[in-house]
């Protein structure tokens, strides 16, 4: 569909310049946009970009000279990252309206409610209770009892175990599971692994008569509030007695585990191929980088950054930014580091005294 470049703007809150009846089709990078592509030049750095296109307009940077770079019409974006959010969303493509697949298997017993799609060999179990206007795509899995708000959208292949609960515009990326059991096991006595917690490693290796590890079961089930995002293939794991919670607007990257009984607060990131084991507590807004992890049973407070494969292993105060393995404030981290990379050179001086 079509969108002049006044409307563009319109929806963006931006400020538009030039011939702004001018329509477009799509969005596009600079070096590749066509006569009816809009062209996102947010930063000067694409400015040499627009001339191997061949753009006829443009979201540029505040204050960018766009008449001399050839263009007919400019969108001037105060805030890059903020204008692509309203853009894509305006462009995007609506979820298809399926309906009903004559293959989903819907228990008698399911509440489904208005305006639902449900996609084919979807299986819906007894009890089960779909909000208002859902998405839910082909081969997904809603057992017994769950809770649906309105409005969420279920891509394929979306496991949601026993005790679920999502609230409203809730949206699950393909292959996510809510619900599995958590990893939770007990040996019949005091394993080797426990001592070597307690003594660090110093203690002498016991073998136990009965090496068996039995299954804590998981009857918690996970809560999800309101506008929560989950990526593709993450896992949420059941709580053992309560449920796992995950807070309002957080937003859950791809292959994203997080650990029985967990807590995440409201409005926080946890980006792709971080961990959080079991019962750890996490505050509001903080931010966890890719491949980063937060060891079991800690608390970590409000507005807390942990840099990119950090590994936090004990409590972090709020507000504080943390970086490496163990993690540690990012200067006293950056710190560190400067001075083991100045030791090959101070070894050699002291060779040569």
Same mark, same amino acid.
């Given at each position: ?26 969005? &596009? ?15 000067? $750095? %694409? #400015? ?19 008449? &001399? +770079?050839?263009?007919? #019409?400019?969108?001037? $974006? ?7 959010? *309203? ?7 609506? =979820? ?32 089960? !209770? ?22 969420? !959208? ?17 949206? =699950? ?10 990893? &939770?096991?007990?040996?019949? $006595? ?6 070597? *917690? ?16 039995? *299954? ?26 309560? #449920? ?36 750890? +507590?996490?505050?509001? *807004? ?7 992890? !937060? ?10 950054? =942990? ?10 105060? #709020?507000?504080?930014? +943390?970086?490496? %393995?163990?993690?540690?404030? +990012?200067?006293?981290? !950056? ?19």
């Amino acid at each position: 569909m079509a969108h002049s470049i006044a409307e563009i703007a319109a929806a963006l809150g931006a400020k538009a310049f030039g011939a702004t009846d001018l329509m477009v089709d799509k969005a &596009s990078e600079p070096a590749a946009a066509g006569p009816a592509d809009l062209a996102l030049a947010m930063t000067p $750095a %694409y #400015a040499p970009a627009l001339a191997a296109g061949q753009a006829r307009c443009a979201v540029v940077w505040p204050d960018a000279d766009w008449q &001399s +770079m050839g263009l007919e #019409a400019a969108i001037f $974006a105060p805030r890059a990252r903020l204008a692509m959010s *309203r853009l894509t969303q305006m462009l995007d493509q609506p =979820l298809p309206a399926i309906g009903i697949a004559p293959t989903a298997q819907i228990d008698p017993s399911a509440q489904i409610g208005e305006g639902v799609h449900i996609g084919h060999f979807t299986v819906i179990g007894a009890g089960a !209770v779909i909000g208002d206007g859902c998405w839910i795509g082909d081969q997904v899995t809603i057992h017994a009892g769950v809770l649906v708000g309105k409005a969420t !959208v279920l891509h394929p292949g979306v496991r949601l175990q026993r005790a679920v609960t999502l609230g409203d515009n809730v949206i =699950l990326q393909p292959n996510v599971v809510i619900g599995g059991d958590g990893f &939770s096991f007990v040996s019949a $006595a005091p394993s080797h692994v426990e001592a070597a *917690r307690e003594t660090l490693g110093e203690g002498p290796t016991v073998i136990p008569d009965d090496p068996t590890w039995y *299954r804590i079961h998981s009857l918690g089930g996970v809560t999800l509030a309101d506008n929560v995002e989950i990526g593709a293939s993450s896992t949420v794991d059941a709580g053992t007695i309560r #449920a796992t919670q995950i807070g309002e607007g957080t937003k859950i990257d791809n292959q994203v585990q997080v650990g029985h009984n967990v807590i995440i607060g409201a409005h926080c990131l946890l980006c792709a191929q971080s961990g959080v084991a079991g019962s750890t +507590m996490i505050g509001d *807004r903080v931010v966890i980088g890719g491949m980063a992890g !937060v060891a079991d049973n800690l608390k970590i407070g409000d507005d807390v950054v =942990l840099g990119g494969a950090s590994v936090v292993l004990s409590n972090v105060p #709020a507000g504080r930014v +943390m970086m490496g %393995y163990p993690a540690t404030k +990012m200067k006293s981290h !950056v710190d560190s580091y400067k001075a083991l990379r100045r030791l090959p050179r101070l070894l050699r001086n002291l060779g040569k005294s």
